[in-house]
């Protein structure tokens, strides 16, 4: 039914790219605040980027701000993470988050995709 698929993770050297994808089916799309959430081992899952339902302008955790560019396109029902000049700290399973607040509070989460940065 509900599906948050994430893709693209991998290893890249510091200061390399990758771009994240994440496939939504099952649920009103367009209704939906989506966010990128990521988790290093040992480390607390931490809010990396998120657009609102009606878009406009992302907002990001200042770690990442300037070296990221999260997207959605609402016909295609999918999000996107541009990830720039990687570092070793951004090594983390990355996931992909649907939340509603109307008619009622409602999260979905994706099963994530390992991005992995050497030094």
């Known amino acids: 039914q509900v599906q948050l698929v994430e893709s693209g993770g991998g290893l890249v050297q510091a200061g390399g790219s990758l771009k994240l994808s994440c496939a939504a089916s099952?649920?009103?799309?367009?209704?939906?605040?989506m966010s990128w959430y990521r988790q290093a081992s040992g480390k607390e899952r931490e809010l990396v980027a998120l657009i609102r339902s009606g878009g406009g302008s992302p907002n990001y955790v200042d770690s990442v701000k300037g070296r990221v560019t999260m997207s959605r396109d609402n016909a295609k029902k999918m999000v996107s993470l541009q990830m720039n000049s990687l570092k070793p700290e951004d090594t983390a399973v990355y996931y992909c988050?649907?939340?509603?607040?109307?008619?009622?509070?409602?999260?979905?989460w994706g099963q994530g995709t390992q991005v992995t940065v050497s030094s």
């Open positions: 099952g649920f009103t799309f367009s209704n939906y605040d």
């Open positions: 988050k649907a939340e509603a607040s109307w008619p009622r509070r409602q999260d979905y």
